[in-house]
């Protein structure tokens, strides 16, 4: 979606007042990596990240979601439009980069940590992805329903946010994997625990093991991903969602939070996962290090990053 910003903007990292605005869209910046806008037809708030140099979770652009995440719990639920507040129906994570949703942690990052033996600065790395994986996956604490619509690339810590939302939409030529084994580590910030409880750990299992990309529709057959839109059209296809759940809202957003409930996933469980995560990174070789080398290469430029010989 091309988004026209308005002369008003709420930066959120230095704005105490926000301004009035009296039209259908309401849109504020973050920062130059993240910007959101609240659709009044929808109730929709959208988020769209546009990470730099690689589109991956680098520390600033995970500051500047948990900046909106505080700033979403903080409207407890309601925008004002200025000629009145509107309530949050729905809270929609996307990107503002063609191409690809994201292609997850930051392996560049990574790498530099465990040269150095530096064990306190990655488990703070893997614990700010599960802080803000965790608020959106408890739906902010609100009565609204969380949508990630993937457009492209969307490969290990990247799936791992688009499973946090309650419901998934994909573009028909989106494709999904954790790339992650191939250079022996497995995605530690969420993957197994919203897999296996989405489909069960035997196929959770196989999907982070497999180091296999899969396509939009695979990934439905699974059960893992809710709608497959053609490309181009997965805007529309959210607001057709929204618009098909317009008389069944409430009771939706409430099965979703049933489904927490019953399926549970808990902080401290991810924290325990990030424990292992850091020390199995630990462990990796030189020859492992150099393979998540070629990973960084493949992600600046974009090209196929979960192929690795």
Not at 178 to 207: C, H, T, W
């Amino acid at each position: 979606m091309e988004m026209q910003v308005p002369a008003a903007v709420v930066n959120a990292h230095q704005a105490a007042v926000r301004p009035d605005f009296s039209r259908i869209n309401t849109e504020f910046r973050f920062s130059p990596q993240l910007h959101a806008h609240f659709d009044r037809q929808t109730r929709a708030l959208w988020s769209r990240w546009t990470a730099t140099p690689r589109p991956c979770f680098n520390p600033s652009l995970l500051a500047d979601i948990r900046a909106y995440y505080n700033f979403v719990a903080e409207t407890g639920g309601s925008i004002d439009c200025g000629d009145g507040s509107e309530p949050i129906e729905y809270v929609v994570l996307a990107s503002g980069m063609p191409g690809v949703f994201n292609l997850g942690g930051d392996l560049d990052l990574f790498r530099q940590k465990i040269d150095r033996r530096d064990r306190a600065a990655l488990a703070a790395y893997g614990r700010a992805c599960i802080d803000v994986l965790y608020r959106n996956y408890v739906g902010h604490d609100l009565p609204v329903t969380t949508v990630s619509l993937v457009q492209g690339e969307c490969l290990g810590g990247g799936f791992e946010a688009a499973l946090s939302s309650d419901v998934i939409v994909a573009e028909r030529g989106s494709r999904f994997g954790f790339p992650e084994i191939l250079f022996n580590l497995f995605p530690g910030m969420g993957a197994y625990s919203f897999l296996d409880r989405k489909v069960g750990q035997r196929a959770a299992e196989n999907i982070i093991s497999s180091g296999k990309i899969y396509s939009a529709e695979e990934m439905r057959d699974l059960g893992v991903i809710d709608v497959v839109a053609e490309d181009g059209e997965g805007e529309a296809a959210v607001n057709a969602l929204i618009r098909q759940r317009s008389r069944s809202r409430n009771g939706m957003a409430a099965l979703a939070a049933v489904r927490r409930r019953v399926h549970q996933i808990s902080y401290g469980e991810l924290a325990d996962v990030v424990g292992v995560w850091v020390d199995a990174a630990l462990r990796l070789t030189t020859r492992d290090l150099k393979l998540m080398q070629r990973l960084v290469s493949r992600q600046n430029g974009l090209q196929e990053p979960a192929v690795v010989h």
